[in-house]
């Protein structure tokens, strides 16, 4: 291994003058991206000379024929394929935010890697993701990640592709329109006052498992009109079973095609999914039976709302076509998935941070107690309140920039694509981590400073809106977007304005990166009641 620093980034950096030569071979009638002069590697103050008109004498290649390889131009980036650098400390199974901040730390806004034969892309800047997401949608889909989710949830609008994405999130819209899940604010202020009734003043909680708590009893009762039944409960345990495989699951090689095969892991998975696909189906077939028995009830739930949805065209008329009960269950998975773990993570998240900053923490109580009255004459924030709780909305924000509860998201290339002065290869995979975008310097100065003012209206209207995207962006942007803002905002505001916290354990908490961000160890607060 390298000796000094220098000689280290010498390893790592490919554009030694062999493979230089063969980058910057011009692509014919390549179009140049409309990125950032920071993204395409330029310096902002230098005016470059034009460039040539390109040569219209050859057409570009065809989506299913690649160009040759010296068609391609990669970023910088490892010179070798990734396992030649595991004695590395930023190469670890299991963590791949190390790998991440090492490339964007040693390479800038955009790197590449070769892992197991397949080129892998990581873009850390705004102009890429807007390229990815939305300029270029098109010319990618779900990475092998999300892919190989499907064998859990399906077609669900986390793991499908077009068409059938552009479907069912066109008949799932309905149920997530804000005049129907406005109903589940108060709901959500209810549950989260029961919840923390139970608490004592300097009881030691493990606030992580007390917010997936809190989140269970809301998405229960949200998407299943129920209390944490033993059905609930037995979908949370099959979940969790399989969350606990999540690794195995992607990391084995061609797994759909072994799903048959006596192997342990496999087993396991498959019994967990026949449990868990038994009680949801059970759910959606008395559902189906209660709603075609009297049509007038409406129970208010996500479920019936699937299942009453129908397509909603371009101008917003309904169609005759809803979801079998195939899809239902899908999305009804999806959503608990969603739903469930990710907004439990971001509030445990946001205790911790209150924690450690006692002038934020006093600023929110201040809002609370404007807001929502204090003493004797306290009560339960509503959807209405929602308007004025802008420092506890933006104190949930800030803690969805350091510990964002989706962590990365990537793309897989399905033809040759240009990302500002580079064009990679079709079956490349792109990845851009909202965990290293949130805190990068030339985003937010400072980056680690826990400061709820970033998320200001002045403060947003300044930024690209790539810079900060806990929830995605583009068509496939979060559908349950402003139900997770109006959860954590109201369950803040109804145990923030009773509760203080302390943290008790003696380090800091290690986030864990799964298919969310949840602390590594339980993080144990004392509770403290305000007066």
């Known amino acids: 291994m390298p000796a000094t620093a220098e000689q280290d980034r010498a390893e790592l950096d490919p554009r030694h003058p062999a493979e230089d030569a063969h980058r910057q071979t011009e692509v014919p009638g390549q179009r140049t991206q409309h990125l950032s002069r920071r993204a395409q590697g330029i310096d902002p103050n230098h005016s470059p000379a034009p460039s040539p008109a390109p040569s219209p004498s050859k057409p570009p290649a065809a989506i299913d024929v690649p160009p040759a390889p010296s068609a391609y131009r990669m970023p910088p980036g490892l010179k070798y394929p990734l396992h030649v650098y595991l004695g590395k400390p930023w190469v670890k199974l299991g963590e791949p935010i190390r790998l991440f901040e090492h490339l964007h730390k040693t390479f800038g806004p955009i790197s590449w890697y070769k892992f197991l034969g397949t080129p892998i892309v990581f873009c850390n800047d705004p102009a890429y993701v807007r390229e990815v997401l939305i300029n270029q949608a098109g010319s990618f889909v779900k990475e092998r990640t ?29 149920a997530f329109h804000r005049q129907r899940i406005s109903a589940y604010g108060d709901q959500i202020a209810s549950i989260a006052s029961a919840e923390s009734s139970h608490w004592q003043p300097g009881q030691i909680l493990d606030i992580n498992n007390g917010m997936l ?40 090689p061609m797994l759909e095609k072994f799903l048959h095969l006596p192997i342990p892991g496999i087993v396991k998975f498959r019994r967990s999914r026949a449990r868990l696909d038994a009680i949801v189906n059970r759910m959606i077939s008395e559902r ?37 009960d195939t899809q239902v269950r899908d999305e009804a998975l999806t959503i608990f998935l969603a739903g469930y773990e990710t907004v439990a993570n971001a509030l445990a998240w946001t205790w911790y941070l209150l924690s450690q900053n006692p002038g934020p923490e006093a600023e929110l109580h201040a809002e609370l107690d404007q807001v929502l009255g204090a003493g004797p004459n306290r009560r339960l924030p509503t959807l209405a309140d929602m308007p004025s709780l802008r420092y506890t909305e933006q104190v949930f924000a800030e803690s969805m920039r350091l510990y964002p509860p989706a962590w990365a998201m ?25 965990y290293v975008m949130h805190r990068s310097p030339e ?62 354990d003696p380090l800091p908490p290690v986030p864990q990166a799964r298919i969310t961000l949840r602390p590594t160890d339980p993080m144990h607060m004392q509770l403290l009641a305000r007066e």
């Not at 059938?164 to 999130?169: P, S, V, Y």
């Not at 399905?414 to 290869?425: A, C, D, E, F, S």
């Open 288 to 324: 189906r039976s209660e709603m075609r028995a009297d049509p007038t009830r409406d129970r208010g739930d996500l479920l019936s709302m699937l299942i009453a949805s129908r397509y909603e065209t371009d101008d917003h008329s309904v169609g005759e076509d809803g979801m079998n």
């Open 213 to 252: 708590e809190l989140s269970l009893r809301i998405i229960a009762r949200t998407l299943f009109d129920a209390e944490v039944t033993p059905d609930i409960l037995s979908i949370n345990v099959e979940t969790n079973i399989i969350m606990g495989l999540y690794n195995f699951l992607v990391a084995f």
């Open 410 to 434: 990537g793309r897989l290339a399905t033809k040759p694509v240009n990302l500002g002065q580079y064009r990679i290869p079709a079956g490349s995979h792109v990845f851009f981590s909202q």
């Open 443 to 504: 985003f937010f100065p400072d980056p680690l400073r826990f400061d709820p003012t970033r998320h200001t209206p002045e403060n947003k209207a300044g930024r690209d809106k790539f810079v900060f995207f806990p929830f995605g962006g583009g068509a496939r942007q979060c559908i349950g977007e402003s139900f997770a803002w109006m959860e954590g905002i109201l369950a803040i505001a109804t145990i923030a304005s009773r509760w203080r916290m302390q943290y008790k």
């Open 146 to 174: 999300l892919q190989r989710m499907k064998i859990l949830l399906g077609e669900g609008l986390i793991t499908s592709d077009d068409p059938i994405h552009m479907r069912q999130r066109r008949i799932a819209a309905p």
